[in-house]
């Protein structure tokens, strides 16, 4: 059974940084793709960045570029969400996602979803 558990986040003043894990178990993930989502209340939710397992490229929404960096470490089973320069904008409970096709680009499809952890950025 395929496991995401999110840990991370906080509440952070605007201009700092955090950095979100998603651990995952139950499965290999070498050839999945690897998402941050983000969901404000009464809001949809949103895709953040996202980075193929196996071959490392990633991808972000306009507005975190720059700022969020997405990384894996396959030993650990583990992927990161680096976000620093935060902005109020930011604020959001984030969510982990797995993908078995192991495309970027399209994030209809996720298959797997964490619990979601809140980031809190204040002004």
């Known amino acids: 059974q395929v496991q995401l558990v999110e840990s991370g986040g906080g509440l952070v003043q605007a201009g700092g940084s955090l950095r979100l894990s998603c651990a995952a178990s139950?499965?290999?993930?070498?050839?999945?793709?690897m998402g941050w989502f983000r969901q404000v209340p009464g809001k949809e939710r949103e895709f953040v960045a996202a980075?193929?397992?196996?071959?490392?490229?990633?991808d972000y929404t306009g507005s975190v570029k720059g700022r969020f960096t997405i990384s894996r470490d396959n030993a650990k089973n583990t992927v990161y969400l680096q976000m620093v320069s935060l902005e109020p904008e930011d604020t959001a409970v984030y969510y982990c996602?797995?993908?078995?096709?192991?495309?970027?680009?399209?994030?209809?499809?996720?298959?797997?979803w964490g619990k979601g952890t809140l980031v809190t950025v204040s002004s």
């Open positions: 980075i193929s397992w196996g071959s490392g490229r990633t």
């Open positions: 996602a797995a993908d078995l096709r192991g495309i970027l680009g399209d994030y209809r499809g996720m298959d797997y």
């Open positions: 139950g499965r290999t993930f070498s050839s999945y793709t």
